[in-house]
């Protein structure tokens, strides 16, 4: 059984940071694409960032690009994402996920598995 499990969220200031982990198991992390996808009140879920198992570029969406990093650990099957320069417009539930694609990676359709999410509060 597939369980990817988000921490690391929590109220932050704005212009503060953060660093989101994600630990995953019951898959072979290596082989997978993980993304980091976020909602807030209202809106649809969007993409944040995504690392492919192929070892390409890491994707990010234009909101995030230059604040954000993504990275994984295959040893610890774990994904993160660093935020830094962190804006009210961030505040949203971050959601980890998991594909095999490896195009195609900054929508939600091909994503497998999903965690339950990790709340980030940003004030101004």
């Known amino acids: 059984q597939v369980q990817l499990v988000e921490s690391g969220g929590g109220l932050v200031q704005a212009g503060g940071s953060l660093r989101l982990s994600c630990a995953a198991s019951g898959l072979s992390f290596n082989w997978w694409t993980m993304g980091w996808f976020r909602q807030a009140p209202g809106k649809e879920r969007e993409f944040v960032a995504a690392?492919?198992?192929?070892?390409?570029?890491?994707a990010y969406a234009d909101s995030v690009k230059g604040r954000f990093t993504i990275s994984r650990d295959n040893g610890a099957n774990t994904v993160y994402v660093q935020m830094n320069s962190l804006r009210s417009e961030d505040t949203a539930i971050y959601y980890c996920a998991a594909t095999r694609n490896i195009v195609r990676v900054n929508i939600t359709a091909p994503y497998e598995h999903w965690g339950q999410g990790t709340q980030v509060t940003v004030s101004s």
């Open positions: 690392d492919t198992w192929n070892h390409g570029n890491p």
